[in-house]
């Protein structure tokens, strides 16, 4: 199976910056779109960027121009850089990755653990 490891969450104040990544890891026969997606306590999961395997990219309307999604393929990894950051960004941030495990199989949808990120006014 596929596993997502995220790394880079934390405090940081308004205006500021921070970068997550994601590496996919373990069976991986192939990876189609990665992403980002957040969640607010008592609300839903929900998009922040995602990205295809040729790099074309998907914002959430709430992060456009501050936010910036890329990958690289050979290291199965996402990054999210994150600029202009505001207290309503605070939530707690999901990588995700559309991939098949074996040959075989078909297209699943894989999630990290979650990383916090946490905006201070």
């Known amino acids: 199976q596929v596993q997502l490891v995220e790394s880079g969450g934390g405090l940081v104040q308004a205006g500021g910056s921070l970068r997550l990544s994601c590496a996919a890891s373990?069976?991986?026969?192939?990876?189609?779109?990665m992403g980002w997606y957040r969640q607010f306590p008592g609300k839903q999961r929900e998009l922040v960027a995602t990205?295809?395997?040729?790099?074309?990219?998907n914002y959430g309307d709430s992060v456009k121009g501050r936010f910036t999604i890329s990958r690289d393929n050979a290291k199965n990894t996402v990054y999210l850089q994150m600029h202009s950051l505001k207290p309503e960004d605070t939530a707690v941030y999901y990588c995700?990755?559309?991939?098949?495990?074996?040959?075989?199989?078909?297209?699943?949808?894989?999630w990290g653990q979650g990383t916090q990120v946490t905006v201070s006014s």
């Open positions: 990205i295809a395997p040729g790099g074309s990219t």
């Open positions: 995700n990755a559309h991939a098949r495990a074996f040959s075989w199989g078909g297209y699943t949808d894989y």
């Open positions: 373990g069976s991986i026969f192939s990876i189609n779109v």
